[in-house]
């Protein structure tokens, strides 16, 4: 009697504490969801990051890139995933905060329809170009662009994605909304094409073109932030470069379909600190001019928090924008 009593409770404690299997948490491999093509600013940061969660859940973090609909596809895919721990998803400004005013039939909601897990990392915006566009600095390109707008190509990751977004507002400020843009499957792809002179200019996040400027095979007429990158020194920001009114910046998370159990959240939280607390990672993310989160900004309530503050200070100018 008292051997069948013992076992029991203690199936009874593993159930309590969450469900069995959230117990054992991860007892496989799982799926992080970048809602972009590989090489741009999502998936980089997706790898360095995962790859160190990895170690810490002791199961491998297995990247898909799935792109489209500036990013919403994937993570469409990955919040109506099975709320198991087993789907996670890399998002950004752009997917979370910009897509409730560009989807207006978006299939997810940002505010109260996940579960946040906690900011992987800030992405200060560049201005970048063709290395051969006549403008030299900041300046004689916002000339430029004004005076002959038809003239000019710029490159994005799709309505809604971050660069769409950034770049959305910068032609909005210049009185441009409609110079014409060509949408890839990230700015990944899109890099390519800047490098080869294919494409004149986009706004992209840090962590993917700063290699690209360090070597000269694009140029940088600024970043939209108060304070220049420790990872760019020579590139101005907006303010000194003569457009002090353009300053946003971009910041990539991790999230879950809302109804993840407890005891996987914990651990995929847990697991995110220790990566960006570790030095390696820490560094190869700082060398591409990402800015590291603080330890409130990576929990649930602190990503959740900025999710909702940026879709409240993006949705009147993305709202008026021609798509
Ligand atoms: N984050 C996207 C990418 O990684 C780019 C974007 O959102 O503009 O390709």
Known sequence: MKKAALGLAAALTLALAGGAGAQGYPTKPITMIVPFAAGGPTDIIARM??????????QQIVIENVAG????????RALTAAPDGYTIAMGHLGTFSAAPATYPNLKYDPIDGLQAIGLAGG???LIVARKNLDATDLKGFV??????PDKFNEAHAGVGSVSWTTCTLLKGQLGVPKLNSVAYRGTGPALNDLVSGQIDFMCDQIVSVAEQVKAGTIKAYA???????????????????????????AWNGIVAPKGTPKEAV??????????????NTKKRLMDLGTVIPTAAERTPEGFAALIKRDAEKLSPALKAAPK
């Open 49 to 58: 990051v995962s790859e160190n969660m990895s170690k810490t859940l002791g």
């Open 69 to 76: 609909a500036g990013g919403t596809t994937g993570i469409t």
């Open 123 to 125: 992405t200060p915006i």
């Open 143 to 148: 000339a430029a662009v004004k005076a002959s």
């Open 223 to 249: 970043i939209a932030s108060a304070e220049r990158s420790p990872a760019l020194p020579d590139v101005p920001t907006t303010k000194e470069a003569g457009l002090p009114e353009y300053q946003i910046e």
């Open 266 to 279: 914990d651990k995929l939280v847990a697991a995110l600190d220790k990566a960006l607390n570790d030095e």
